[in-house]
């Protein structure tokens, strides 16, 4: 299985921009990287993904290097509710299920 | 927006008895799936369902068995709850469409076996 690598915790300020890294260099021609997160008490949810090009969505934005090896997700303004565990995965189209690594911690203070 | 509903946020069991976690979803989604989350040892998938009346194993089935009778409702079955099984457990949805591959998930179910 291609594996992701995240750091364990960033932190940030409220209404500020933060970049969550990803790097993900054993990545497959056919995988998809997607990103959830995790709100404490909470199941999963899914947040964005892409497979080529860079993608935006109402919750966040995903840059993906050109050479597909790396990713970074995108929350233009944190909040407080945004303080989650971000995971990111890659999924190939015929993947059934989903595997969680460890992922980020992300802190947002006032 | 997708809706999945798992009966109970909290539940606590005696070890042997049989228990029953029922989820729902409202989207009419082919795809259900349960999982189970533990520290330090991330999301591992107990079985999953293609449609009604399907089932697989996951990663960890030992010990649970599911029920799709309808489309809409995916149950886990504890058969004789052990201690070991205290967990965090989420039910997810997912469209058949797989280049979305979105899974839907429920707010989890806390079980204690004591």
């Known amino acids: 299985d291609a594996k992701t690598t995240q750091p364990n915790s960033m932190e940030s300020n409220e209404e500020e921009p933060v970049h969550l890294p990803c790097n993900h260099s054993?990545?497959?021609?056919?995988?998809?990287i997607h990103w959830y997160r995790q709100l404490p008490s909470q199941g999963p949810e899914y947040v964005i993904h892409g497979l080529t090009s860079n993608v935006n969505n109402r919750m966040a934005s995903l840059a993906i290097a050109e050479d597909r090896k790396s990713s970074t997700l995108i929350l233009h303004r944190a909040t407080l509710r945004d303080a989650a565990v971000y995971y990111c995965?890659?999924?190939?189209?015929?993947?059934?299920?989903?595997?969680f690594g460890k992922g980020t911690m992300l802190l947002v203070s006032p | 927006d997708v809706k999945v509903t798992q009966s109970s946020r909290y539940l606590v069991k005696r070890t042997g008895e049989k228990v029953f976690l029922e989820c729902v979803q409202d989207?009419?989604?082919?795809?259900m799936f349960w999982y189970r989350q533990d520290p330090g040892l991330g999301l591992r998938l107990i079985y999953f369902?293609?449609?009604?009346?399907?089932?697989e194993k996951g990663d960890i089935p030992e010990g649970y068995s599911v029920s799709r009778e309808k489309k809409e409702r995916f149950s886990l079955i504890l058969e004789s709850a052990s201690t070991n099984q205290t967990s965090m457990y989420l039910c997810?949805?997912?469209?058949?469409?797989?280049?979305?591959?979105?899974?839907?998930f429920g707010a989890g179910t806390r079980l204690s076996v004591l």
């Open positions: 989207m009419d989604h082919e795809n």
């Open positions: 054993t990545i497959s021609g056919t995988d998809y």
């Open positions: 995965i890659l999924m190939n189209s015929g993947y059934s299920t989903l595997t």
């Open positions: 997810a949805s997912r469209d058949i469409n797989l280049a979305k591959n979105i899974q839907y």
């Open positions: 369902s293609y449609d009604v009346k399907m089932k």
